[in-house]
C-alpha cells in the first residue's frame, strides 16, 4: 500500500520540494500553504504523514498539532515538525503535544526522510504488536 503524506508550510518552496521528494520516493503526497483547512484536510485525507511547519504567518502549527493528536480519529498520525524555532521550550512541548520528531531548519530532505521512515516504521510496529500478557 502507498504512503500518503500531508506537507504544511508557509513557504510555497519547501512544500514544492519536500512534495517533490516524496512523490520520488513513492509516498503519494499533497502539499498547502494554507494553515486553515490542514484539520480538515488530515480529517478527509487521513495521511500517513503531516510534516508540519510551526511558524506560518498569524497562525500557529503548535494549535494543529495539538488538534490532530487530540482527535481520535486523527491522534495515531505521525506528524513530523519542521521550525526554526530550536529552543528547548519549543522542542519539548512539540513532543508532549504528540509530535513524532522535530526536524530544525534548514534541514536536508535525506535526514527528513529518515526520520519520517523511523516514525512510521515506529508506528507500524506499535499498531501490529501483539497484546501482552494472557486473557486470563
Not at 504544511?8 to 516524496?22: C, L
Not at 487521513?46 to 493528536?69: F, N, Q, S
Not at 491522534?75 to 521550525?83: D, N, P
Amino acid at each position: 500500500m502507498r504512503r500518503t503524506m500531508l506537507v504544511v508550510d508557509d513557504d510555497v518552496d519547501i512544500v514544492i520540494w519536500v512534495v517533490a521528494e516524496a512523490k520520488a520516493r513513492g509516498y503519494h503526497a499533497t502539499g498547502t500553504i494554507d494553515p486553515r483547512d490542514v484539520l480538515a484536510r488530515v480529517l478527509e485525507s487521513r495521511p500517513d504523514v503531516v510534516v508540519l511547519d510551526l511558524e506560518m504567518g498569524r497562525h500557529d502549527g503548535r494549535d494543529l498539532l495539538a488538534r490532530i493528536k487530540a482527535n481520535p480519529e486523527t491522534a495515531a498520525t505521525v506528524v513530523i515538525v519542521l521550525s526554526g524555532m530550536m529552543d528547548p521550550f519549543t522542542i519539548a512541548l512539540c513532543r508532549d503535544y504528540g509530535a513524532a520528531d522535530f526536524v530544525p531548519k534548514p534541514f536536508v530532505l535525506d535526514d527528513l526522510f529518515g526520520r519520517i521512515e523511523r516514525a512510521v516504521r515506529t508506528r507500524s510496529r506499535r499498531v501490529t504488536a501483539p497484546l501482552e500478557g494472557g486473557s486470563g
